[in-house]
């Protein structure tokens, strides 16, 4: 990396030229962010109907930001004029930063990184916004690995402030400083991640559904009293199965599906066959209008049996399972407890941070609320992380 570049991707005053490869939900919504940091983007779709749309897409959210206020029509002309939306990969020959958000596929994700490499000039760094596939196996399909790392934005881009970066073994601890600054200069939140499945979020937010699947499987509760213990007890935004059916059963269940594998079928991760046949009956949520909810116009919405005494046990349930997931990703040096936390505040909008309310049940509660689970269960899913009870002994908190 030259003495020049690295002075220039620190250096906020002289934005850098950015590539996008894929022109999709993420790609433009990455593209937007880019650009209105004043960075010169260029996005390559290789669809050329996704870039006609991703230019009338921003078009639109821009203006709707000018009518509500938050920008001037020169500011909306200037982000626009940030950004080119280019025919060939070619294109991108000239830029220092290379984020691809393309169809998750490995192998159609190396052939890209694999040609971009030979376009692109040797400082340039290549990074991917995979959600699912390791970092080293998408920079192990080029000749100068170490300039290749995750850049993990969530949806909707703008809007979400974290950003998870991933190094992935070979990448060079300078990139990801660079990367890392870049992202930083860009209005995010960096979360640094362990190039492990699910990375942070997609990891410690498992039990957040598999648990509330588990619950409602075993005739505990309903649906709706499970989304409503969980917003009402605990101050989340969206109930678990409210969320499964705005991100899509379809894909809620494949990313579940891929963690669960890739930890080598560990039960904390096993998928529910619920939600596998809404999948296969294409009842994938709102998008099909049908899923756990119906979402036809004038469809009695489900009530929630309230006032009862599950409500509690359902909550702290949830809570304990999300609590053990994020100390044992803390466990295995997966990120940082600061970065943990931001990462399930900012990146979906948990009331707390996972660790910050483990301090504030108390590391005791805890431990015995897990092992409780554990002894009625006898499942390998409810170990306790051996971090909490660690802690316990030691009458240790997180902050
Ligand atoms: N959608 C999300 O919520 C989300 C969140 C975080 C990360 N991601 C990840 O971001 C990436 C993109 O996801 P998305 O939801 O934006 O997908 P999308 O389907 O909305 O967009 C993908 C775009 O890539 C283009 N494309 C496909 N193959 C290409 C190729 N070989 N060369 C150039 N363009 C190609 C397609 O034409 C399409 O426009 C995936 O890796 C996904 O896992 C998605």
């Not at 220039?8 to 993420?26: D, F, Y």
């Not at 998870?164 to 660079?178: D, G, H, K, R, Y």
């Not at 699947?213 to 649906?223: M, P």
Request: proline fraction near 4%.
């Amino acid at each position: 990396m030259s003495q020049n570049q690295q002075s220039k991707l620190n250096n906020q005053q002289s934005p850098i030229k950015v590539g996008v490869i894929g022109a999709g939900t993420m790609g433009s919504g990455i593209a937007q962010v880019a650009a209105t940091a004043g960075c010169e983007v260029k996005v390559y779709d290789a669809q050329p109907d996704a870039l006609l749309q991703a230019e009338t897409g921003l078009d639109r959210i821009l203006s709707r930001l000018v009518e509500k206020g938050k920008l001037n029509e020169s500011q909306k002309d200037q982000i626009q004029s940030n950004i080119q939306y280019v025919h060939s990969l070619g294109e991108l020959g000239e830029t220092q930063l290379v984020i691809e958000a393309i169809v998750e596929n490995l192998e159609v994700k190396q052939k890209v990184f694999k040609e971009l490499e030979t376009l692109v000039g040797p400082t340039c760094i290549l990074a991917s916004n995979t959600s699912s596939l390791s970092i080293a196996s998408i920079a192990s399909a080029l000749q100068n690995p170490e300039r290749c790392l995750g850049i993990h934005f969530f949806n909707p881009a703008p809007l979400m402030r974290l950003v998870e970066v991933i190094p992935a073994i070979q990448t060079s601890p300078e990139v990801t400083e660079l990367a890392s600054n870049t992202i930083k200069n860009w209005g995010k939140t960096v979360a640094l991640a362990k190039d492990t499945p699910g990375f942070i979020v997609n990891r410690v937010a498992r039990p957040f559904y598999g648990e509330a699947l588990r619950i409602y499987e075993e005739g505990i509760a309903d649906v709706a009293t499970i989304d409503w213990s969980m917003k009402n007890d605990g101050g989340f935004r969206m109930g678990p199965f409210e969320l499964m059916d705005f991100i899509g059963n379809d894909v809620n269940y494949t990313v579940t599906e891929t963690v669960f594998k890739a930890f080598y079928y560990d039960p904390r991760y096993k998928p529910s066959f619920t939600q596998k046949r809404l999948s296969e009956a294409g009842w994938l949520g709102r998008k099909t209008g049908k899923g756990y909810y119906d979402y036809a116009d004038g469809a009695d919405k489900m009530q929630p049996q309230t006032g009862v005494n599950t409500e509690k046990l359902i909550f702290e349930r949830i809570l304990v399972m999300l609590i053990n997931e994020a100390a044992d990703a803390l466990f295995w040096g997966i990120a940082s407890a600061r970065d943990i936390d931001n990462a399930m505040t900012l990146g979906v909008n948990y009331p707390k941070g996972l660790l910050a309310w483990a301090d504030e049940k108390g590391i005791g509660w805890c431990v015995q609320t897990l092992d409780a689970l554990y002894d009625q269960y006898r499942e390998d899913r409810y170990r306790c992380s051996p971090l909490l009870r660690t802690m316990l002994q030691n009458k240790k908190t997180f902050f």
